[in-house]
Structures are given as C-alpha cells and as structure tokens.
C-alpha cells in the first residue's frame, strides 16, 4: 500500500479500518444466525440457497489458495532483512507447509501456538507505532487531506481507491472467528460479541501504526524505493536490530491456514471426489482437519509457481463476498425469525456493503 500510494496510505488504513469495522458487525449477524465452522458458508446456503453456496465456495476457494501463496511468497522481502541471500520460492514452500502442521496440532496446542504468533505480531506492530509517533515530521492532518506519492505529486484517484479497498482487506479478518463456533467457549451464543469485538480492536491496531508511522517518513522516496519501506523506517529512526526484530515479527504472523473452511466444505460433500473424502479427515487424536490442512499446502504451494502477477489477478475475486454477505441478511431480516444479534443501521449497513 506504501508502494502505491505513498502518503495516502494513512488515509487508507484510517477508512479501510472503519470499514473493517462495520462489516464485522454483518458478519456478526450472519454467524449467530447459522453458526458453523465453514464461516459465512453455512448461512449462505441457508438463505440464498445451495447453488449461490456452491458458487461462494468455488470463488473462495479461487482466492485462499493464491492468498496463501502470495502471502509465503511476500515472506522473502522481510527474511532478506535477516538472511540476504534466502531463496523466495524453496522459502515459500516450506512456510506454507510450516503453516500447515500447526494446523495439525491438537486445537489447543495450535490455539497456544497462533497466539503466541500473535503476541509477537502485537509487539511488532506496538514498536512501530511508539517509534512513528515519538518522530513526526509533518503533521497527520496533512497526511490525510494532502497524500502524495514519493515524487511529491499528488496521489491519483485510481491508486488511491485501490489503496481503500487493501486497506479495508488488510484491517479485516474478524469473519475467521466464525470458522471456530464449534470449539468455541460459550458457542454461538458468544459469536457475536467475539465478532464485533475483533472487527473493532483488529482495525485499531492495524491502522493505527500507520497513522504514525506515514507522517515521521522524513525521506520518502528512498523508504519508498526499498522492498520492504517499514523494515527501513525501522533501520533508520532506531536500529537495523529493531527492523530484524520487527521483520521477525512479520514471519511469524503469516503463519495461517484456510484449513476450518476446506473441512467444513469437505465435510458437507461440495468437494469432487476423492478430495472431499480427504477433505473431511479430522484426526482422532488432536480432532483437527489434518485432511483439509494437506490439501490447502499441496495446492498453495504449487501455486507458488504461478508468480506474482497472476497470483495478484487471481485474489483480487473477493469482492464479492460483501455482496452475498449483504444479500444473505437482507434476505434473512425480510424472511427470517428474529436473531440473538442484530447489525444496527438496517438495511444501510448491507446496502453500502
């Protein structure tokens, strides 16, 4: 988003949080409605119908995979920050298999593991807003009224509504507390709550660093022109530790897996054979999908030979998940009982998703 926008990036991450932020709360809706482990799939198929399910999963599917991909091929700029000559594809490969064992552990164990990632994650992400707001050069306010790219021109429209759209993405994330209803304390009767919960406090610490880190950029076109623009703010405010530090911190975020919906897609029969069989698989020990996370690596990985340009058209098809999203709750309000949550500003809230 640095990249393409420059300066604007602040203003990007500051509406794509909001955003982020109210569509937490359809989601909200949508999940206490039809609780289930495949996320929003169970309460599309509910109200718009197993052939619209069908086609969300096949359009999810489309994007996971190459999200996944391109996600492991990012990880080689921030290794090179600790390893210079690090190989990206054979990096690639193995973080995505890596991402899938963890999958594999007994729920728990991965619990304990992924928020230990996230521990790291949140230090990271605190050090580089203490850092931003400890050295402003310009203030916020003229970041987000005036954004310019590293040229010092004004940003045009085009990239800025794109850097909108990554912004509201990257700030996002509260729909995968749908995935663990089943293993969750208090079920679906905290679902809800957990999901607002995490729109909000996701999108507030994600933007926020941003917002201090754009306006202390005293040199923009050089941080602009690195590969990883943070990792050298980072070297150059504090320490090319800190940055090692920080980048570290980066590495051991991505570690994720779209393991819950493969599972649950396999699990109702909408994979072909034999993929669904494997799909299904839940180990007896740990009861986690080893199945579903097997065949999200081999496919991601294999993806990884795509490249970066075809593996950025392909999950660029997300969009349309707000819409069904949207048309699912204006389908279940107009047709439906009452839920145990409902999103305010009906039917505003879905219309403008």
């Known amino acids: 988003v640095l990249h393409l926008a420059g300066t604007g990036a602040a203003l990007a991450f500051l509406l794509g949080g909001i955003g982020a932020a109210c569509l937490a709360l359809l989601y909200a809706e949508l999940g206490s409605r039809h609780p289930g482990a495949g996320g929003v799939y169970p309460g599309l198929a509910a109200q718009l119908g197993p052939g ?14 190459p999200l996944i991909a391109i996600s492991a091929t990012g990880l080689a ?10 190989p990206a594809l054979p990096l690639a490969i193995a973080a995505i298999f890596a991402a899938a064992g963890i999958a594999m552990l007994n729920l728990r164990t991965g619990a304990l593991v992924t928020g230990l990632f996230l521990a790291v994650e949140l230090a990271a992400l605190a050090v580089l807003g203490w850092l931003g707001a400890a050295h402003p050069v310009q203030p916020l306010a003229d970041v987000l009224l005036h954004p310019v790219t590293a040229a010092g021109t004004p940003v045009p429209l085009p990239a800025m509504a794109l850097a909108g759209f990554a912004g509201l993405f990257w700030t996002g994330g509260s729909v995968y507390a749908l995935y663990f209803v089943e ?36 040199n923009l076109p050089a941080l602009l022109a690195s590969e990883t623009p943070i990792a050298a703010f980072l070297s150059a405010t504090a320490s090319p530790l800190v940055a ?72 660029s098809s997300n ?5 069904l999203v949207s048309l699912a709750l204006l389908a279940a309000r107009r047709w439906g009982p009452p839920a145990a949550f409902q999103a305010p500003l009906h039917p505003l809230l879905p219309l403008a998703a």
């Open 183 to 218: 293993e969750m304390v208090g079920g679906a009767a905290a679902l809800p709550a957990v999901v607002v919960r995490a729109g909000a406090v996701s999108a507030l610490l994600i933007a926020a660093p941003m917002l201090a880190l754009v306006p202390a950029m005293d």
């Open 244 to 315: 090692r530090a920080v980048s570290l911190g980066v590495i051991v975020a991505v570690f994720n897996a779209y393991a819950r919906m493969v599972h649950a897609i396999g699990r109702d029969g909408a994979l072909p054979e034999p993929l669904g069989r494997l799909a299904a698989r839940i180990s007896p020990r740990t009861r986690a999908p080893w199945g579903a996370a097997l065949l999200i690596a081999i496919v991601s990985a294999a993806m990884t030979l795509l490249g970066e340009r075809w593996l950025l058209i392909l999950t």
């Open 77 to 86: 700029g921030y290794v090179r920050v600790l390893w210079p000559q690090v």
């Open 319 to 323: 969009i349309a998940d707000y819409l």
């Open 52 to 65: 619209v399910a069908h086609g969300y999963i096949f359009m999810t599917m489309l994007v996971a995979f």
